[in-house]
């Protein structure tokens, strides 16, 4: 008789502990492929077999390819917020921590699993269903990021500029970021983030119009 799975301790897991390890096992397989595959070769067969599942283990927890994949990016937003609030721990106080913030932040997109994300983005703009899984991602992105920004940037957080400039910041780090597509060396995205960064210091620091 097979053995009843068991959790690090030694102790039998629940049931709730199974069906979260499998989910988990899903979403990480998802990403792996995302990112060494795309979103077209990405099939639930595909990622079950990378996962170590059977081929219906993901009809539990994800009816469709795309709920699949949208809830790994999910996945992948929450595990990013955490691991850069675990960074920002580290991060200098005084002038500093501007500049090292944003290469954080820059350096959280830099990266392989953000062209992956790319990719379901560009797949959304004629895929109605994939779309609407990832309109809530982005707004759980969104909260994530603010929520972010201010325990990176807590002396600036209260400024009524600060939300614009944030999502300024995000927008140019993404829009650098899109260079990766076509140069994947990461190159010309290295290259011109120094002036970037400088630009965007400079006007976080910026004393608002009216602030005595």
């Known amino acids: 008789m097979a053995a009843t799975p068991t959790s ?3 102790a039998r897991r629940t049931q709730a502990q ?4 499998t989910r988990e096992a899903l979403l990480d397989a998802t990403l792996a492929c995302l990112v060494e595959d ?8 595909r990622v079950a077999e ?13 009816r469709t390819r795309n709920a699949l994949v949208a809830a790994a990016i999910g996945h992948l937003a929450e595990r990013w917020t955490q691991e850069l609030l675990a960074a920002a721990e580290d991060l ?16 959280s997109y830099a990266n392989p699993l953000f062209q992956a994300a790319l ?3 560009t797949q959304a703009r004629t895929d109605a269903e994939l779309r609407e899984h990832l309109l809530a991602v982005e707004r759980q992105l969104d909260r994530q990021t603010l929520e972010l920004a201010r325990r990176l940037f807590p002396d600036l957080a209260a400024r009524p500029t600060f939300e614009p400039l944030v999502e300024m910041a995000i927008s140019t780090i993404r829009g650098l ?9 990461g190159a010309r995205n290295r290259k011109q983030w120094p002036s970037c960064r400088a630009m965007l210091v400079t006007l976080l620091q910026a004393e608002p119009a009216g602030d005595d």
């Open 8 to 10: 690090g301790n030694g």
């Open 18 to 21: 199974r069906s979260a390890a």
């Open 38 to 45: 795309g979103y077209a070769r990405t099939t639930t067969t």
């Open 50 to 62: 990378r996962a170590g599942l059977s081929r219906g283990a993901h009809l539990h927890h994800f």
């Open 92 to 107: 200098p106080t005084g002038r500093e921590r501007l500049a090292e913030g944003l290469d954080l932040v820059w350096r």
């Open 119 to 121: 990719d379901l983005w």
């Open 177 to 185: 970021a899109l260079l990766d597509t076509l140069h994947p060396d």
